[in-house]
């Protein structure tokens, strides 16, 4: 018989043996993931909703979650949960295209400031728009805000600066900008906050050299502060939520921003030693669920969705023994928590959804 180069793969390379035989638990798409992480390590976040999950197993998991934002000390823990505070490494929000982390990390350092840099919703109501949901209700005054802002980019650079682990979640390609200056917003002018104005806002769809450009540019920028960092890139598994792209339908346009992120993610991945792909799109996503991971809704995902990707995070990265056994540790450590309700829709905070809210 003749010998091919297909006979010495391992079973993760045919679609029959490790994607249509195995039970759906059993699926681990994780391929070259060569990150480690101890209880130590500090490992901060940022990205699009579904990067909060992250952040959320890791505080239960026992290993450290980077917070360098953490709010006042004599805050109570359930105010400062309402205040979004370790939501993610910094009270950032959702970031959700890669030019808003280049962006986020050029204002920390004082290299880009936007021109358009307050909303003044009313005499006691302002607003950053570039957080604009961070703060509820808004900050009493502009002096408030631009304090808070200070300190917060503070937070940022010391976050860059001292991580261990960067997991950022590329979550879009659409994104509306300033025609001034090109800063991006993380929701249209208007729809949390400010003031849609034609002649000073843009709709912007990114392509992959978009992509592949402005994430090449911060991964170099934040290599020259923090020479040990790794980074982790994930593609968030949640469609769009609208899309403003002229005469596309959402479905369409979800496919292409998705596309466009996993792509460039994988050119990433290939240019940069320190970079690195886990597949929480492909797990949540792939045919072998039947669609069991998402909501009726066919955009949040369920717990038991969340809980296979973070399982295989744990277990190629940590080292857990199985996909399960984190999230059994979970339960036993705290009975009361909603990870033990598998199945659960999980409720993230996610600035998309203002977009087109449920009124039913």
């Not at 309402?82 to 959700?96: C, E, K, M, T, V």
Request: proline residues 6%; glycine residues 6%; contains cysteine.
């Amino acid at each position: 018989m003749v010998d091919h180069p297909y006979k010495t793969l391992p079973d993760k390379a045919f679609w029959r043996r490790a994607v249509a035989a195995p039970d759906i638990r059993d699926v681990d798409p994780v391929g070259v993931f060569d990150v480690k992480i101890k209880p130590k390590t500090k490992v901060a976040t940022a990205g699009s909703c579904f990067a909060q999950h992250i952040a959320r197993y890791l505080k239960k998991s026992g290993f450290s979650y980077y917070v360098a934002e953490k709010g006042h000390p004599v805050l109570p823990e359930a105010i400062k949960e309402i205040n979004n505070y370790g939501l993610f490494s910094a009270r950032y929000g959702n970031i959700y295209t890669a030019r808003q982390l280049l962006q986020l990390f050029k204002r920390a350092y004082g290299l880009f400031e936007p021109r358009e840099d307050v909303w003044i919703e009313a005499p006691d109501v302002v607003l950053d728009p570039f957080r604009p949901t961070t703060q509820p209700g808004g900050f009493v005054s502009e002096a408030e805000m631009r304090a808070d802002r200070s300190q917060h980019l503070a937070a940022v650079r010391s976050m860059f600066e001292t991580m261990d682990v960067f997991v950022f979640t590329l979550g879009l390609t659409e994104c509306w900008r300033s025609k001034t200056d090109g800063a991006v917003f993380p929701i249209c002018p208007g729809v949390e906050g400010g003031k849609f104005n034609p002649s000073q806002h843009e709709f912007y769809n990114q392509t992959v050299e978009d992509v592949i450009s402005d994430m090449s540019e911060f991964i170099e920028a934040l290599k020259k502060i923090n020479r040990s960092a790794q980074i982790i890139l994930t593609v968030s598994p949640v469609p769009l939520m609208a899309t403003a792209e002229l005469g596309s339908h959402v479905l369409s346009a979800t496919t292409y921003s998705k596309s466009v992120l996993r792509v460039s993610a994988e050119s990433l991945r290939k240019r940069f030693t320190h970079v690195h792909y886990f597949p929480s799109f492909e797990i949540i996503t792939g045919a072998y669920n039947r669609g069991g991971y998402y909501a009726p809704d066919l955009r949040n995902v369920l717990e038991d969705g969340v809980a296979h990707v973070m399982g295989l995070f744990m277990k190629h990265a940590a080292g857990a023994v199985s996909p399960q056994q984190t999230v059994q540790r979970n339960q036993t450590k705290d009975a009361d928590d909603y990870l033990a309700r598998a199945g659960h829709l999980v409720e993230v905070e996610c600035d998309e959804t203002a977009l087109d809210p449920d009124k039913s």
